[in-house]
C-alpha cells in the first residue's frame, strides 16, 4: 500500500506563493505511472479537486485555479507538487494530496490565506 504525505502549508498573504509536497512511501515510482491529484475543503463547503495529473504529465486545472496553481511531479522522488501563486483568500482550506484510483488520500496540509 502506498503512502502520501503532505507538506508545505502554511498561512501566506493574499497574492503571495506557496508550494505544497506530497510524497509517495511503500511503492517505488508510484508518482511515475499513477493518477494522481490535489484536492481541498475549506470549512462548510465540500471537498473539491483543484488540479491532477496522469502518469503520462497531462494535467487539468479547476477554472478557479487555471493560470495561478501548477501541478507537477518528479519521478525519481516520488513526489507531487502544487505551486500555488497569486493566491487569494477563497484558497484557504485543507488541501489533500491523493491516488483516487487506487484509493488513498494523504492526511491533508492547512493553506490559510489572508487580505
Known amino acids: 500500500q502506498v503512502q502520501l504525505v503532505e507538506s508545505g502549508g502554511g498561512s501566506v498573504q493574499a497574492g503571495g506563493s506557496l508550494r505544497l509536497s506530497c510524497a509517495a512511501y511503500?511503492?517505488?515510482?508510484?508518482?511515475?505511472?499513477?493518477?494522481m491529484g490535489w484536492f481541498r475543503q475549506a470549512p462548510g463547503k465540500e471537498r473539491e479537486r483543484v488540479a491532477d495529473?496522469?502518469?503520462?504529465?497531462?494535467?487539468s486545472y479547476a477554472d478557479s485555479v487555471k493560470g495561478r496553481f501548477t501541478i507537477s511531479k518528479d519521478n525519481a522522488k516520488n513526489t507531487l507538487y502544487l505551486q500555488m501563486s497569486s493566491l487569494r483568500p477563497e484558497d484557504t482550506g485543507m488541501y489533500y494530496c491523493?491516488?483516487?484510483?487506487?484509493?488513498?488520500w494523504g492526511q491533508g496540509t492547512q493553506v490559510t490565506v489572508s487580505s
Open positions: 495529473i496522469e502518469g503520462n504529465g497531462l494535467a
Open positions: 511503500g511503492i517505488p515510482y508510484f508518482v511515475s505511472y499513477a493518477y
Open positions: 491523493a491516488a483516487p484510483r487506487s484509493n488513498r
